[in-house]
């Protein structure tokens, strides 16, 4: 079942690596974020509810980064299919689902390499997080699933959408419109109603709030603010739930349209 996978996900990655434009983009933005904009939003707002604001916007920035990245990383898909080795690997002797599945595990490498690009850089830089075993385990899986999630949109858009150009006016629209709603910037409460209830749904929401209960414990996360109950851990498992079933729709979804485009 698993025959291939892993030269495909080499294949994948040596794509996303041996471009030095896009490696520039993938590392410049993070250290733009946590040494530039964070600390200049700390300066200009201050701080709130005795919460640091450089850790609370510096964990925020996870939520912007990783689904930027998953939605450029849907450009390679199209180019695959117009000028790369798609219809190569449709007769390689492999599993043709593995091929989707690869780009899946090649995408959660490079964000998994940006998180910890943005912690390291946020702890040089002052932030001052307080994490445990488990908190952390459950902040690193929002992250891997948000970022699951936002690929596999990215890929279903690759296969329905044929112009590179088109493709590209989409990404900072959904890159960058939830994360202005998820409270990664302000805490929840500061949206009109109509806009926060809208706010809830949103994926980036429960990504922020188990990524600031992972790193910053759950006084800071904003899970009440979602859930209003009482314990921390179920209200941050419940957030994992919403991200797993995010997960689970999109990449469902990108592979049918996949079996449907190489079927055609």
Request: proline content about 6%; some cysteine.
């Amino acid at each position: 079942m698993i025959v291939g996978f892993g030269a495909l996900y080499r294949r994948r990655l040596a794509v996303a690596l041996n471009n030095p434009v896009a490696i520039t983009g993938q590392l410049l933005l993070p250290v733009l974020w946590v040494l530039v904009v964070g600390p200049a939003l700390a300066r200009a707002f201050g701080g709130f509810s005795h919460v640091d604001y450089f850790t609370y916007i510096a964990v925020g920035q996870i939520v912007f980064i990783i689904p930027f990245s998953a939605m450029f990383a849907g450009l390679v898909v199209i180019q695959d299919r117009y000028a790369g080795i798609l219809r190569e690997l449709l007769v390689a002797p492999i599993r043709r689902s593995m091929i989707p599945l690869a780009n899946v595990a090649t995408v959660l490498t490079i964000a998994m390499g940006q998180l910890a690009l943005i912690v390291v850089l946020s702890l040089i830089r002052g932030a001052h997080l307080h994490v445990a075993p488990g908190r952390l385990a459950l902040g690193l899986l929002a992250a891997a699933l948000l970022s699951v999630a936002t690929y596999g949109l990215a890929e279903l858009l690759a296969y329905r959408i044929t112009q590179p150009q088109i493709f590209g006016t989409l990404i900072p629209a959904i890159g960058a419109t939830p994360y202005a709603l998820c409270g990664a910037i302000y805490p929840l409460a500061t949206l009109p109603p109509g806009v926060k209830q809208f706010a809830y749904a949103l994926p980036w929401t429960h990504a922020v709030a188990a990524l600031r209960y992972g790193f910053m414990g759950g006084p800071a996360s904003g899970l009440r603010a979602i859930w209003h109950l009482q314990s921390n851990i179920a209200m941050a498992l419940l957030s994992i739930g919403v991200l797993a079933a995010s997960a689970t729709l999109t990449v469902g979804l990108a592979l049918r349209a996949f079996e449907r485009e190489t079927l055609a």
